[in-house]
């Protein structure tokens, strides 16, 4: 049953008709005393609580209820309502141990999203599928691994696809944040729908408004045309904010804005949009530690962290390495048409026992420069060995002087290179450069460098 504690009868009212109509049991309570006895009595599986609660409008009457319902019952989760002002109380609430918090007037979507997500999060913590019953239940093909951790965070990432719930991702670098939020994305409800991918890292502050909600003509010198912000081009799917703490303090009060209003409007129009989308952000810092320091905004923390999915590293899973290593050599098999392609029982050892500070992706760039410069069918640890080191190569390289060459024609430089040296096979030049093979194909026709269009 969800209780809802308000002293409003008009506001009551209206939650339990919202509640009652979604298929939920809900009951109303007008008072402290009341609530907590109907905490006592009855089997309560979600509070509503009001912190505007009574005559006395600071708020400091909901926030000591807050603190006798987590004292009786800290399993029942607890969503606040708060007036606009309070913002500071519903933070100080979520570190009481508030689930989620929502602003009057409120959204009767979000909330009730919320209040999905918060139920199923419940749901989800008694139980624990394997690797096959997961499989069956969702779309996870993709993501490679057995541990336990990765289990569990595929559970929660599959429970929650559903709901359209907000999911911070952290991890270090390589861990896989950017396959995961395409998971999530593509089991919900969303997937057929646009995934929009925003480095929040890329955007300079000047320009984020224009990026996000985009502009008309003339609304600032530069802006020769219209330009459609990103929430518009993730309108009605997924927006993934990726290296959310790169965000600088005022681009923070934007976004927040945005994601309190659930509105915006597109710079130099006075037209006010709707936004219409999923949230999932994802950095491999520690915002909780950048909130301590004062560099990332709590209260934003907070609006985008009601699911959190954390990324262990690799070398934290090193039986995964031989599972993730197949699944590469597999891929590389059928690429570059090498069917005899294996990894002798040594190099899955030695491979298990590496640091990986780039993880996954470190691992899948060793794997697909080992098998392309050592030509072998059977690859060992004399194979391996020397690839591994390539990164400081990288970093003593001597480069022309300032000035000598532009980027584009070192890139030019480099295409040619390689291309001769895989003897004009497309696939194999595009993947010493780090490149899709039609992304080495534009480049190719942008830079008008002839090829054999028979040899991929
Ligand atoms: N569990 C996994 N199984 C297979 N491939 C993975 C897995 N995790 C990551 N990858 C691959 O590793 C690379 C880096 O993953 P990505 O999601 O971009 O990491 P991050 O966003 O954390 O930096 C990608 O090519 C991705 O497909
Ligand atoms: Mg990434």
New binding site residues.
């Given amino acids: 049953m969800i209780l809802i504690i308000d002293d409003d009868i008009a506001v009551r009212a209206s939650l339990l008709l919202l509640f009652k109509t979604a298929g939920y049991n809900a009951e109303g309570v007008d008072s402290q005393k009341k609530a907590l006895a109907m905490i006592a009595t009855q089997p309560v599986s979600l509070i509503l609580l009001d912190l505007n609660f009574s005559i006395e409008t600071s708020g400091r009457e909901g926030m000591s209820l807050l603190k006798e319902i987590k004292k009786s019952d800290p399993a029942i989760p607890v969503i606040l309502i708060t007036g606009w002002g309070t913002i500071e109380l519903a933070v100080e609430g979520m570190k009481l141990g508030a689930s989620d918090f929502i602003n009057k007037p409120w959204s009767n979507d979000y909330l009730l999203q919320s209040v999905k997500t918060i139920l199923s999060l419940k749901e989800i913590k008694k139980e624990t599928h394997t690797r096959k019953q997961l499989d069956s239940l969702y779309n996870f093909q993709?993501?490679?691994?057995e541990d336990e951790r990765?289990l569990q965070l595929l559970e929660t990432a599959g429970s929650v696809a559903a709901t359209g719930a907000s999911v911070l991702?952290t991890?270090?670098?390589?861990?896989?944040?950017?396959?995961?939020?395409?998971a999530i994305h593509n089991n919900s409800l969303r997937s057929g729908k646009p995934f929009v991918k925003v480095n929040l890292g890329g955007i300079s502050t000047s320009l984020f408004e224009s990026e996000m909600f985009g502009h008309i003509r003339g609304a600032f010198t530069d802006a020769r045309t219209d330009r459609t912000g990103r929430f518009e081009m993730a309108n009605k799917g997924t927006i993934f904010l990726?290296e959310i703490g790169d965000l600088d303090h005022s681009s923070q009060v934007k976004l927040l804005r945005v994601l309190q209003d659930r509105t915006y409007e597109v710079l130099g129009s006075s037209r006010t949009k709707t936004v219409d989308v999923r949230l999932i952000c994802?950095t491999?810092k520690d915002l909780n530690e950048m909130v301590s320091k004062g560099t990332f905004r709590e209260d934003l923390l907070y609006r985008i962290n009601l699911i959190t999915i954390h990324?262990p590293p690799l070398r934290e899973r090193p039986k995964?390495i031989p599972l993730?290593v197949n699944?590469?050599i597999n891929n590389l098999k059928e690429i570059y048409n090498r069917p005899h392609l294996s990894v002798t029982s040594h190099a899955m050892k030695w491979l298990q026992q590496l640091q990986f500070p780039g993880?996954?992706?470190q691992?899948?760039n060793l794997v697909e420069r080992t098998v392309l410069v050592s030509r072998k069918d059977v690859l060992d640890v004399t194979d391996f060995e020397p690839q591994l080191n390539l990164p400081s190569k990288k970093n003593t390289l001597q480069l022309p002087e300032v000035g000598s060459l532009t980027l584009d024609e070192i890139e030019v430089m480099m295409i040619k290179k390689s291309l001769e040296f895989h003897k004009n096979k497309i696939a194999k030049a595009a993947a010493s450069l780090g490149l899709t093979r039609s992304s080495l194909y534009r480049r190719l026709d942008k830079y008008h460098i002839p090829y054999d269009e028979t040899s991929d």
Avoid: C, H, W
């Fill in positions: 993709n993501i490679i691994g990765l991702i991890g270090e670098s390589g861990t896989g944040k950017e396959l995961v939020a395409e990726d994802a491999n990324l995964d993730l699944f590469l993880n996954i992706r691992l899948k």
